[in-house]
C-alpha cells in the first residue's frame, strides 16, 4: 500500500450504480461538500440520475455522470488516491464492473463495495486486487435509499489502514446517534468482517419484520383495530417503554395511516375514493425469490453451518419464502383449506390483549438480537475478525432498520466494556431478565394466535427458543436415544463427572439396542 496522503486531498469519490441507493448516494455525498463520479451500465439509469441532481438545490459539490466507464475512472486520476463506491447487486455484476476498471486501477487505490455481498466474494475480491495494491473494502450500508442520502450506517471491514483512511469521509456522510451525536459506522474488522456484520444486521431485520407483520395481522384480524388504530397503537409503542425509538414501529405507524388519494400517484398507490395505500399491497414478498436480495438466506445458512439456534431469524425468513410464491399458495390454500385467521371472542379485553402484544414483540425482538449477535460472535472467533459487539450496537443506533433505542441502551454499554468476548447473550444478566420478563407475553400472544388461527411464525419461534435455550432436561434425551439406536451415535450419561454437561462432542457409551 502506498504511503496515505491527507484525506483533505480527496475531493471527489467515483459511484458505481447509478440506481436508488447509488444516486441517493451521490446527493448525499455531494451535500456533504464532496465533488462525485457517477457510471451506470444502464444509460437509462444514468439519465435518471442526472436528472435529480439537477432538481436538487441543496448539493455543494459538483455530480458529473457518465456512461464510459473509462472516463468514469478518469475523472478521479487528479488525486493521489481513487475511491470508488459501489452500490450494485452482489455476485457477477460487481465482478463484471472490477473487471472493466482492474486496468484503471493503480496502487492505493480504493474500492468500498456498499452492496449486500456475500462475505466470501468480498474475501476473494480483496486477495485478486492484494497484488495492485488495491484494497477492496465490505462496507455494509444500511436503512434503504432513505438513508442513503441522509445518512445511512455502514460496516467496513477489510484492510485497516484503508478504512481509517476513508472513515473521515464516512463519518462526515453516516447516520448521527440522537443519543451522543456520534457517527454510525465503525471499523468492523479484518477481511469480510464488514459485510458479514450486514448481512447478520438483515438477518435480524427479517426476524423483526416478521415479528411486526404478526402484530400487525393480530390487531386487524383477530383485534378487529381498523387500519388508522393500529397505527396509533404503533405510535405509542415507539414513543415509550421498550419499543421506543424502533424503526419498524415507527414506520409502521405512517403505513397505517397513508391514506389513498383521488387521483392516485400513478405508480404504486391506486385512484380510490377513500381506503388505504396499505390496501393496494399484495401479500408476498419477492426478494429472496428472484435472486436480488441473499443476506437472509444467508444468515440461515450461517447459523446452521456455525451451529448458532436461530429460529427467530429462520422463521421470518421462511414466511417470506412461502409468501412469495402466491400463486402456488393459493392453490394450496383451495386444497388444504384450513381455518383462516379470525376474530377472537372476546374483545373487551383488547386493551390489555394489545399490551401483551407489546410486551410479546419486544421479547422476539431481543431474541432476534439475541440471536444475530452470537452468530456475529461465533464467526468471528472462528475468523479471527475479533469485531466488537459494542461497536456493531453503536452503528446500529441510527440510519438502520433494526435502529430499537431501548435495546440499545441495555446492550452497548455492556458490550463495550466487556473484556471477553460475549458468545452467549442471554448469558449476560440484565438480557435474562428482560427475556425472562417477556416470556409470558410471548406465551399468552401465541396462545391467542393459535385460538384464533393466526399467523405467529416469528413470535411462536421466539418462545420456543426461549423454552429450549433455557431448558436443563429436553426432549432430545429420546431424540439421542433413538440415533443411537440406528445409528450407533453414541451418548453421555446425565450425572456422571466428564460427561454431563461434557464436551460438545460424541458421548462415550453406545448400548446395543436390538443385535444387528
Known sequence: MAPSPDISQIKRIGIVGAGNMGTMMSLGFCENGLDVSVWDVSEQNVEQAKAAAEQTKTLKGRIDHFKDIHEFTAS???????????????????????????????????????????????????????????????????????????????????????????????????????????PCVQYMGPRGAGHYVKMVHNGIENGMLSVVCEAWNL???????????????????????????????????????????????????????????????????????????????????????????????????????????????????????????RRVDDAKDRDARIETLRRAV????????????????????????DVNLGRCMQIWRAGCIIQEDHIADMLEPILLKTTEPVMNMKLIDEVAAELRGGFDALRTTTLTAVECDGHAPALGASLEYLKYVGGPALATRFMEAEMDFFGAHSYDRPGVAGEDPGRTAKGAHHYEWRPA
Open 219 to 341: 390487531m386487524h384480524r383477530s383485534f378487529g383495530l381498523s387500519y388508522d388504530e393500529i397505527g396509533a397503537v404503533f405510535e405509542r409503542w415507539n414513543a415509550e417503554g421498550e419499543l421506543r425509538g424502533t424503526y419498524l414501529v415507527q414506520i409502521g405507524s405512517e403505513i397505517c395511516r397513508r391514506k389513498k388519494t383521488r387521483e392516485g400517484d400513478g405508480r404504486g398507490e391506486g385512484k380510490g375514493e377513500g381506503g388505504h395505500v396499505l390496501d393496494d399491497v399484495l401479500d408476498k414478498v419477492v426478494q429472496d425469490d428472484d435472486g436480488s436480495e441473499g443476506t437472509g438466506f444467508w444468515t440461515v445458512e450461517e447459523a446452521a453451518r456455525r451451529h448458532v439456534a436461530a429460529p427467530t431469524i429462520v422463521a421470518g425468513h421462511f414466511f417470506r419464502v412461502a409468501s412469495g410464491n402466491r400463486a402456488q399458495r393459493l392453490k394450496v390454500a383451495d386444497n388444504l383449506r384450513i381455518p383462516q385467521p
Open 76 to 182: 478521479l486520476n487528479s488525486q493521489p488516491r481513487k475511491i470508488f463506491v459501489f452500490s450494485i447487486t452482489h455476485g457477477p455484476p460487481a465482478d463484471s464492473v472490477l473487471d472493466k476498471i482492474r486496468g484503471d486501477l493503480h496502487e492505493g487505490d480504493v474500492i468500498l463495495d456498499g452492496g449486500n455481498e456475500h462475505y466470501r466474494n468480498t474475501e476473494r475480491r480483496q486477495k485478486e486486487l492484494a497484488s495492485k495494491g488495491v484494497s477492496w473494502i465490505g462496507t455494509g450500508v444500511s436503512g434503504g435509499y432513505q438513508s442513503a442520502r441522509r445518512g445511512p450506517s455502514m460496516s467496513p471491514g477489510g484492510d485497516r489502514e484503508a478504512v481509517e483512511f476513508v472513515l473521515p469521509l464516512l463519518e462526515k456522510f453516516a447516520a448521527k446517534s440522537a443519543k451522543d451525536g456520534k
Open 362 to 385: 419486544y421479547a422476539a425482538f431481543l431474541c432476534s438480537f439475541c440471536q444475530g449477535l452470537e452468530l456475529i460472535a461465533r464467526a468471528s472467533r472462528d475468523e479471527g475478525w
